[in-house]
């Protein structure tokens, strides 16, 4: 009974902090081992104590990470609503809008909630600098001479070693390096479609996607996007026998968030197996799960070899380097093509920093500490939000990643707002950027991988009232 | 009476030594003023010596390096022939006789005729390495920030500084860099054409070239190419109103070496800008010059826009480096698209490396002696080809750049060929890889960026019994 007790009052003590805020949602619990000495307890008592805040959704456990203050169980804002399939021809590029968001990315005065790139403090930039000091002495004629077509068999071989999640099923010879991301993506569409093919895209969808998709003269179905769960398998189903190509962020899509879950996956695999329809899976923020593991891409269910499985770590650790993967299942040929004709090779130097980055457990080290960072944001976004937002504004709830998708007022078109925004040196991006259709006009993406801070929150604050000044 | 007496004695006796071979084809000859203390006598009489060897042809002034034993007067083969217009649609791609020459090109026992690189030694890669560390020392956070997409500043400032070719028409700010030219050319091709546009190149073409307009889907007119002039703007005429756009390499055409005459630039882009069709002007040999100055670009006569000049730092620092650009005149907002969806921005740090390397003189000196080391090479292969290979071998007469071309006789097929010299560990690019129709069976291209030394010399001669065999 003693025990008991004990633990009950070290649960009661906490939930009162967090409900006076000394701790504040987002932070981070102190430790099992700190707790056990400050009340002189066992450690079963602290754990129990944790898990009685646990049960009530006052506390999550982050894998390897410890305890952070929750609001699961308290969600004051609901999800954003999932897009209608439309099948009207497209609207109107939303070209203009995207060049104007992106014309104040280079002002460092203005707060970039519209960036899809990580803040510098959360990379390990001094790290990487040493790790290219070493390479350019390690490399070959310091890497002035063409690399393979296929690119570095170092970062291939690595990144086959460190595919955990796809359980020894990928070798080094089934990788090609690319340019980022957005390069391999290109260069999938490049080999799989011609002009006038139809390629099935996310609602909201990543507006990059969507301008290669558009440069390549294809045409886009959107596909109805749940803020969970993702890409609507019944609406693929029924226009699969029109595409020619599937292109999916499966894992923490951009900008909801949501993670399909391990089923859908499955399913979709085979549906697009059964009609032998590519899947380009953009997995590119599988790596910042906030869950208790990293989850699978779609191309652990891939037999016949139809995923085309891109990566980078221009989210993860460094944009500009430019380093970026696919594993193109049977299309690999193609890749190999593409890729020599649009450059070549890639540059030998920065694919080896990574290599060696990755190699040594350093990557795994730097993901923990980074996902623990964007958890915790995510939750400071979210309490900011629905602190000084309106009533009634509608919030993702992003497993991972650092994309936060809001719904507003119909009332407010978040275009002009952008506008305001900007002139208060808040920058964020316009729901319209993330499709082709005119909708999402009343929706913003936020990026939450900058460091939190009172500015911060005070520019959310601003923002806020902005929206609320719009009503 | 005396002083001319003294300058024909030298001259006589210089000659007697290149007859002799104690001064052999494509050797520098010493200084002027070494002559003078040599012989004792005044500058001017050196002088009036060497005038009068030039002007028997026997030895060859270039600029700022002085003379070297040159041939030009007693050539033995005589230019290969011109290629007559074909207008059937294309026969056959000779994609895997490429793909066979590319796959030997990791092998380091191999001599590699075939590739389109400068030999490591000719290369300052130390210099370059250097470069690359203090680069990596001022570049904010190491450039793992996402560079703009238009490309380092510090690189557009300098290449625009240092293009004294165009007379200080090209500002930073018209430039646009690319990861080599290859992806600039890529790039122009995508911005100005749709699939199933017709565009104008070379005939014989490089390969690469060839291979991206058959990935963008474009029909190919192959323009009968003169050894020495280029381009036949009488064909070109003829074929005008078809075109979408052209692709050529104006200076120094790879594989024939040859250069268009300024006249015919100038008439060129009259032509292209007439019909508005733009000209993509591929000039990446442009400052490997066999003459006195650096040749002047299509670009140079561009008043309307139509020209996108494209260039690198591939054929003369570092391949591996991916560093290229491109003036696209009044398709930049285009390019600069294209490169946004394709790839976001390309990395810093190689891009600044090579902004130093040019900004402060270092550059204009390494091309000095490149292009001194090439000249004299060209002169040596040509007189190894003219003493090891068969009688009526017909060999192109580059005036820059470094691929020789050589046209056999009917009876050799040198994709056959190719698989013997193999064999002997010797690899040249044999023609049919320069064009989509069946011609060119008879001929190859020989690259004489290669250190010359007696293995080289005897690579050649192996390759002319091997030639002989054929007969």
């Not at 129990?48 to 456990?61: D, F, N, R, V």
């Not at 999932?82 to 104040?104: G, H, R, W």
């Not at 999938?188 to 390549?216: H, N, R, W």
């Not at 999402?440 to 959310?460: G, P, S, T, V």
Request: with cysteine.
């Amino acid at each position: 009974m003693k025990k008991e007790t004990l633990y009950v009052k070290i649960a009661k003590v906490m939930e009162e902090q967090i409900e006076s805020e000394t701790l504040k949602l987002g932070d981070k619990l102190p430790s099992i081992r700190t707790i056990q000495k400050l009340y002189n307890v066992s450690i079963n008592t602290v754990k129990q104590a944790y898990l009685a805040l646990e049960s009530k959704s006052l506390i999550e456990p982050r894998a390897k990470s410890g305890y952070f203050v929750s609001k699961a169980g308290r969600r004051k804002f609901s999800l954003p609503s999932v897009a209608k399939m439309k099948t009207t021809t497209q609207e109107k590029e939303p070209e203009d809008l995207i060049s104007k968001v992106f014309n104040t990315l280079n002002d460092q005065t203005i707060t970039q909630f519209s960036l899809g790139v990580t803040a510098n403090s959360m990379l390990p930039i001094a790290k990487l600098n040493k790790g290219m000091i070493n390479a350019i002495r390690r490399l070959d004629n310091g890497g002035t001479g063409y690399e393979p077509v296929q690119g570095s068999v170092n970062l291939r071989r690595t990144l086959a070693k460190w595919s955990f999640v796809l359980e020894g099923k990928l070798g080094e010879d089934d990788l090609v390096t690319t340019s980022g991301a957005m390069n391999a993506i290109f260069n999938c569409l490049m080999a799989v479609t011609k002009p006038g093919d139809t390629v099935a895209i996310e609602s909201p969808v990543y507006f990059g996607i969507q301008q290669i998709v558009k440069t390549l003269g294809l045409k886009a179905i959107e596909i109805p996007t749940h803020p969970i769960t993702g890409v609507d398998l019944e609406a693929i189903k029924k226009v699969l026998p029109r595409l020619n190509a599937c292109c999916f962020i499966s894992n923490f899509s951009n900008p909801l968030g949501c993670l399909m879950p391990d089923e859908h996956k499955k399913e979709l695999v085979r549906m697009l197996t059964e009609y032998d329809i590519p899947l380009i899976e953009d997995d590119l923020y599988g790596n910042l799960f906030f869950g208790t593991e990293r989850p699978k891409p779609c191309k652990y269910y891939d037999e016949a070899g139809i995923v085309m499985w891109c990566g980078s770590v221009s989210k993860t650790l460094a944009p500009g380097y430019r380093v970026g993967w696919v594993a193109p299942g049977k299309y690999k040929e193609k890749i190999i093509r593409q890729k020599l004709v649009q450059t070549i090779s890639t540059p030998s130097l920065y694919q080896e920093v990574i290599a060696d980055f990755m190699e040594n457990g350093r990557y795994d080290l730097h993901l923990r500490t980074l996902r623990s960072k964007l958890y915790s944001n995510c939750l400071k976004y979210q309490g900011a939000i629905e602190a000084y937002f309106p009533e009634h504004t509608k919030i993702s709830q992003p497993q991972g990643g650092f994309m936060l998708w809001l719904e507003l007022d119909k009332k407010v078109d978040t275009a002009e707002l952008f506008d305001q925004a900007i002139k208060q040196k808040i920058s964020f991006a316009p729901g319209r950027m993330f499709t082709q259709y005119n909708q999402y006009n009343n929706c913003m993406r936020l990026n939450f991988a900058l460091e939190w801070n009172d500015k911060l929150e005070n520019d959310i604050k601003r923002l806020g009232r902005l929206v609320k000044a719009n009503l």
